[in-house]
């Protein structure tokens, strides 16, 4: 077999290779569209364990953060503004930690003055990875039956977000 024939054949094979496994990923991502959310356990800043469950027939905002992440710190200020925006509203706002380690997260709460609805992953990675989530901030919500509605919430400003928020039926 002739040298151009081989490489040809050698680039084909390269191809298929790479489309088949690009098909394989393709085929194993996960559809989020209602994904259950109560699934997942947390622990919040006392130690106890919590899910999002503890909030059925709310809605529910959650702001995924970690100790190291400086975009996710600064966010902060417009996070508890929300928050009181919308305290008389069917929704409850939550911060979800994904560092990993629950010192880091500690120290970053006590830092950051973070004091209530703190969630931790507690070294589970199942919640961040069936997400995807490959960045943070990032926002998520989530329906009165704790399904999914949204993985990835854009937040641009306080009035753009109450806006989007406010249309939720029976907030």
């Known amino acids: 077999m002739d040298k151009t024939l081989k490489y040809n054949l050698l680039g084909i094979l390269t191809v298929v290779f790479i489309f088949s496994i690009q098909f ?4 194993t991502k996960i559809d989020l569209k209602n994904w259950d959310m109560t699934k997942y356990k947390f622990i ?13 027939g709310k809605y529910v905002f959650v702001d995924v953060w970690a100790s190291w992440c400086r975009p ?17 509203k069917n929704i409850v706002c939550i911060q979800i930690s994904i560092d990993a380690q629950e010192r880091r997260w500690r120290n970053g709460m006590g830092f950051n003055g973070r004091i209530t609805d703190q969630w931790f992953i507690n070294g589970d990675t199942a919640f961040p ?23 990835k919430v ?18």
């Open 154 to 171: 854009e937040w641009k400003t306080n009035k753009q977000m109450i806006e989007v928020l406010l249309r939720l039926k029976g907030i």
């Open 44 to 56: 919040n800043k006392e130690g106890n364990n919590v899910s999002i469950s503890d909030f059925k």
């Open 129 to 151: 990875d069936d997400l995807d989530i490959a960045y943070i901030p990032r926002y998520i919500l989530i329906n009165r039956k704790g399904r999914l509605i949204d993985p």
């Open 24 to 27: 394989t990923f393709a085929q």
């Open 72 to 88: 996710c710190i600064n966010k902060f200020p417009e996070y508890d503004s929300l928050k009181v925006l919308l305290k008389d």
